[in-house]
């Protein structure tokens, strides 16, 4: 009687390959928009599995990456908070620690640490039509091993700038320099700037967050810049906030706070782009108000563009103004020429001596973390794509990014755009969809950059990432209040959206 064969040994040539898990949602990215994402999918589409890849050793995003002094939020945390978990602090423009604990605390609220795989980076990803899921190449940080995982969704929420480095532009005789030379982004945790000379090249919000924190222990910091920004003295702590959280209980007056707060932050750049002139004079006489006598206002803080064609800065209670005034820190507006031994020379022939330079000169930008992406064998290229609803991609199924406002806080976007991600869901399983893909009727549409604004780090991606086009649902909204109709109140179907089983 013959006897059966030996089975093949694990991992022998002949052994099958074994079967990769399956997900029915993938996010990509356990940040700001990666945990929004998770919360929302856990307690709307609670039937779908669903798990979070995170590269970096904890969650928590740009808010675990940067480590820089007094890095903080720019917007409020009543709207760059999530809608659904009240922001308790009473600084509302809030310390990164702040923010990071905030993030840490929602996630244990809701259950999502066990979703998340941590040092777990997605190298690629490929579409088949024919098996309607995406196809996961996953890296395994720190030991390079791979692993492939299927997924109905893929949810890129890997913002939108590299983490492994930022953007530094070539600084003639940088390497001549004797003393530290640091990019924000990179802080180390060992380095002590007590009693130094700091020189912080550029004008931006890092370098308006920067100096005021670094002039509490420098000998003195300077800020140099080749072009002046717009900077506002903002209010750290909201009073009325603190009183109707008292009042109302914090989840009711969280509500009412979040919805004040969203409209002023529309008014503001509404009047700011449709009366320049006017606030360009209110702006300055802030300013103003905030500096010594006769200092030279209109040479450091008064830019050659109108306001909110680059994102205003702001600088809670003052703080850089106050650093200035006290004679801590100080601001040049020049070129530089070239960096020597101890410092720097500039353009108009001046030099400033440093013990330690920082160049706070903006983020590199990259579309979707990074991830190459493939349908049905085809390289996808996002500056080919249009963007769909500032949700989705032309020509490409079942994916969803997340990209928040240049003019506004960043979640009220992702907020937005993950209800409607849950609605969509709904809405094909009850129709039995399993691929959803937006196409452009018309091949004839202008287009233009996606994120169309004037900051440096944006104009320089501008050709990496999807472009806009001039209509609904092709355009990108102008906002929070527009992108409520669409994305909010408006339906999941659309013409140029086909769905097929």
Not at 66 to 78: A, E, K, T
């Amino acid at each position: 009687m013959p006897t059966a064969p030996d089975a093949p040994a694990p991992g022998s040539a002949s052994a099958p390959a074994p079967v990769p898990e399956h997900l029915d949602v993938l996010i990509v990215g356990a940040g700001m928009s990666g945990i929004g994402a998770g919360c929302r999918l856990a307690a709307e589409r609670p039937g779908r599995s669903f798990a979070l890849l995170e590269a970096r050793d904890g969650c928590g995003g740009t808010w675990d990456l940067f480590r820089y002094p007094g890095v903080r939020s720019d917007s409020d945390l009543y709207t760059f908070g999530y809608a659904f978990k009240p922001w308790r602090h009473r600084e509302s423009l809030a310390r990164g620690p702040q923010i990071l604990a905030y993030l840490r605390e929602t996630v244990r609220e809701h259950d999502l640490e066990r979703r998340i795989r941590y040092r777990q980076r997605v190298v690629g990803a490929s579409w088949s039509t024919e098996r309607a899921r995406w196809t996961v190449e996953v890296e395994h940080v720190g030991t390079g091993r791979r692993t492939t995982l299927t997924c109905g969704w893929l949810f890129c929420a890997a913002g939108y700038y590299r983490y492994d480095r930022g953007h530094t532009p070539p600084l003639a005789g940088l390497e001549r320099f004797a003393g530290p030379v640091v990019h924000p982004q990179h802080w180390p945790a060992d380095l002590d700037h007590t009693g130094r000379r700091v020189l912080v090249v550029g004008s931006g919000a890092t370098a308006v967050t920067l100096v005021p924190a670094l002039a509490e222990r420098a000998a003195h910091v300077t800020m140099l810049q080749r072009t002046p920004g717009y900077v506002m003295p903002v209010p750290r702590r909201d009073a009325l906030a603190a009183l109707l959280r008292r009042l109302l209980g914090e989840r009711r007056g969280h509500a009412l706070v979040r919805r004040r707060n969203i409209v002023r932050q529309h008014a503001v750049w509404a009047f700011c782009r449709r009366h320049p002139r006017a606030a360009r004079r209110i702006i300055r006489r802030a300013n103003a108000r905030r500096l010594p006598p006769g200092y030279p206002v209109d040479e450091h803080f008064a830019p050659p563009y109108d306001p909110w064609d680059q994102r205003l800065c702001a600088a809670p209670d003052g703080d850089l103004f106050t650093a200035i005034s006290d004679g801590r820190a100080s601001v040049v507006t020049d070129r530089i020429s070239r960096f020597t031994e101890h410092g720097v020379r500039l353009a108009s022939g001046r030099e400033l001596a440093a013990d330690l330079v920082v160049t706070a000169t903006g983020l590199e930008v990259r579309a979707f973390g990074g991830i190459p992406l493939r349908v049905d064998g085809v390289p996808v290229r996002p500056a080919e794509t249009v963007a769909y609803k500032g949700v989705m991609l032309s020509g490409v199924p079942n994916f969803v990014y997340a990209l928040g406002y240049p003019n506004a806080s960043w979640t009220l976007k992702v907020d937005l755009l993950c209800a409607h991600f849950a609605r969509l869901l709904a809405h094909m399983d009850r129709h039995g969809h399993r691929i959803c893909r937006p196409e452009v009727a018309d091949p004839a549409m202008p287009l233009r950059p996606l994120l169309d604004f004037a900051a440096g780090y944006l104009r320089r991606g501008a050709p990496l990432l999807p472009r806009q086009g001039d209509r609904s649902p092709w355009r990108a909204p102008a906002g929070y209040r527009e992108d409520t109709r669409l994305l909010g109140a408006g339906p999941v179907t659309d013409p140029e959206l086909h769905f097929s089983a």
